[in-house]
């Protein structure tokens, strides 16, 4: 049994559930969405033969984002779960130049496919399911992937600094949902219901924004910022130096 199999996403129901729930309760989804894509515009879309690495890619929906801009990329998805490659694979039957492989983020394998280097390496929502630890050890395992030049974008959720700011940003979060749950279609569960699992999952291990800014620059990145935040939902990453 591996690390993965013992989290909730190994069950086909927990990851089913997100998918429905998604644009409901991650804050400002769509919002991020678009900010990956004018990331890619602006710093990928013109390199020759670009190779994008999604970590922990669900259904596909980041690089499902940037194939609509760009269908000439080649892609490269990781998923620990069987289920959610199969839903990857089927949202993204069409595209060409498409590789899955199902292994935990912790320990994915070192040869084949993997063993090639990306231009663009992106994550959402994956990545907070690390211990620090492993945080640290993947930037570092992702810098490695890198080309030289290339960059690495996580969309995801942070621990806040303080007791006081993790009060403020729950309240942006329930304030969020509450304007989501007044369109039509939406279903009458709490917002406090979807808060309470994220703070009772212990699946959810997620650090400050400032500890994964810091590891990054450990690991060599440059460039590293915060390109988005609201409350505890963020964008961040870094470019790998290029090599004269
Ligand atoms: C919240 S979903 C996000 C999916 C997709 N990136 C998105 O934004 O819609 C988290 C995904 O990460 C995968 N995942 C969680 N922990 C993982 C790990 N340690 N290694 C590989 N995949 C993992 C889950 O199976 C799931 O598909």
Redesign the pocket.
Known sequence: MT??DR?N?ARAEF?QR?IEE?DIYVVERRRMLEILGSFYRHFIKDKPGKKILDL????G??THELLKIDSSLSATL????AE?LERAESRLKGFKGINYVRA???EMPRDDILRQKFDFIIS???IH??SSGEKKELFGRVYSMLSDGGYFLNIDVVLAPAPALDGFYMRLWREWIDERKASPGITDEEPGDIIRRYKDNTDNKPDTLDYQVGALKEAGFQDVDCYYKYGIFTIYGGRKSLRF
């Open positions: 690390e993965f989290t996403w990851g997100f998604a922990g890619c669900g259904d929906i980041l990781v998923d620990g779960s959610m935990s983020v912790q959402s929502l994956a399911h690390l």
